[in-house]
């Protein structure tokens, strides 16, 4: 599968660090010509191009981001706003700090074009807490976009006005939820909020808002720089379109962040990160971070884009691939995952608060060699109260593991319930050094 840079063109590799690319070498480089052909356009039009490119959002829910911006109303004496949802945390996901720290101003025309096209003048980066230095480089980024009239009261000299400011998280991961992260923005306690109605009715401030997440913005630069066509015609099918970052890591020989055409397969992305560790047999794999479906070896050919991964019970989510070879306990990578969500669990809802805490004591029961005969069904049980019961995704994000290592890697509980102990003890990965 060809793989062009369009989103990593200008970083160095998949792992490397390097210093931010500056506003003058983006230009240089093209940067900032679709914002400069997006202010040539009606903001409708700008709407339709993205909407003909077939860009799916890139934070997990897969929504087409030209549909969202659609829904923004265009005749309201309301402020208007983008909030792009930079609060990266989920287990195993790294590509938006890549993005943020090597190409900033990518981010910044994105958000820009988006702000044109639905009529918003103030747009915030709200990005985790604990990524500091990442809201540094776009600190210093946004003040070199200002003195350049990028952006301020006459982008680009086209008399659109346009602020951006970067708020920075405390840590919760609750608040990548969209609504949590809006009570957050707005100095409250991060908590979902009932929907509908939606944020793009009632969003930031009671105002009309999209919400965008990062990686999404950045590929609609190279939307408006190519054109709708060249980005559709990128991927495995009409619904399945563009450039996709996927972050690979456990198991795996050279984990980063490795750019595709949406769609590329278990065995490509392997190949790529130098295999699995140690030249081990593959024994599972998350495909779209820690609330995806675990999927076994036999589906490592499958595409991974929003489509083929949901036939098989799983998701294309966040694409942070987690590898896991043959000496892995899946019991305890699940509980793992399952004390995660039981942590980040905003405690609102009682399926989410309750769910996610019994689904770590269960599985952790069975690590121990404590478990029952019923628990497996119990675990089946408990998961299917828990779906589609609370205000947002995260007691779904728990079931996804859960519920599929009971129904992919059934035998593996009941080797350990037979046993009564693991039969895949502890083992450190890298080996301890003086």
């Not at 990266?88 to 958000?111: A, N, V, W, Y």
């Not at 702000?115 to 600190?139: D, K, P």
């Not at 405690?347 to 770590?360: F, H, L, V």
């Not at 299917?384 to 079931?399: F, P």
Request: charge should be negative; glycine fraction near 12%; include cysteine.
């Amino acid at each position: 599968m060809a793989a062009e840079a369009i989103l990593l063109r200008r970083s160095h590799g998949a792992t490397a660090l390097q210093a931010p690319v500056p506003l003058e070498a983006y230009r240089g480089d093209g940067g900032y010509e679709g914002l400069e052909k997006a202010l040539s356009m009606e903001p409708g039009d700008v709407i339709e191009e993205v909407k003909a490119s077939g860009l799916r959002g890139r934070g997990g829910a897969g929504f087409p981001a030209g549909v969202k911006w659609g829904f923004i109303p265009k005749e309201t004496d309301q402020p208007k706003y983008l909030v792009c949802n930079a609060d990266e945390s989920e287990p195993g996901t790294f590509k938006d700090r890549l993005l943020m720290e090597t190409d900033p101003h990518q981010l910044i025309e994105g958000c820009a074009i988006c702000c044109y096209a639905v009529g918003a003048h103030i747009c915030y980066i709200y990005i985790r807490g604990e990524y500091v230095r990442q809201a540094e480089i776009l600190e210093t980024a946004i003040r070199e976009a200002y003195d350049a009239g990028v952006l301020g009261d006459n982008v680009l000299k086209s008399g659109f006005k346009l602020d951006m400011r970067v708020h920075r998280g405390a840590g919760a991961y609750i608040c990548g939820e969209e609504t949590g992260m809006l009570e957050s923005l707005e100095g409250k306690r991060g908590q979902p909020r009932v929907k509908p109605p939606f944020p793009a009715i009632i969003g930031a401030f009671g105002a009309p808002t999209v919400i965008n997440n990062v990686e999404t913005l950045c590929n609609v630069p190279h939307v408006m720089t190519r054109g709708a066509q060249w980005f559709s015609d990128v991927g495995t099918d009409e619904r399945n379109t563009g450039p996709k970052l996927y972050c690979i890591s456990g198991h795996v020989e050279r984990p980063g962040v490795y750019e595709f055409p949406i769609g590329v397969t278990l065995d490509e992305l392997l190949e790529a990160a130098g295999g699995v560790l140690g030249g081990k047999a593959l024994k599972a794999f998350i495909p779209g971070g820690a609330s995806a479906a675990l999927l076994g070896a036999e589906h490592s050919h499958l595409p991974m884009d929003f489509d083929s991964l949901a036939k098989v019970g799983s998701m294309l989510g966040s694409a942070a691939v987690v590898v896991m070879d043959e000496t892995t306990c899946l019991v305890r990578a699940v509980q793992r995952l399952a004390k995660f969500f039981a942590h980040e669990s905003c405690g609102q809802c009682t399926p989410c608060r309750e769910g996610t805490n019994w689904s770590q004591l269960v599985l952790g029961r069975i690590e121990r060699g404590e478990g029952r005969p019923e628990d497996p069904d119990l675990l089946l049980r408990m998961t299917a109260n828990m779906s589609g019961t609370a205000l947002c995704a995260l007691a779904d994000a728990c079931v996804g593991p859960v519920r599929s290592l009971v129904q992919n890697f059934r035998p593996e509980i009941e080797e350990h319930l037979a046993a009564g102990r693991c039969p895949h003890p502890y083992r450190p990965v890298f080996e301890e050094t003086a």
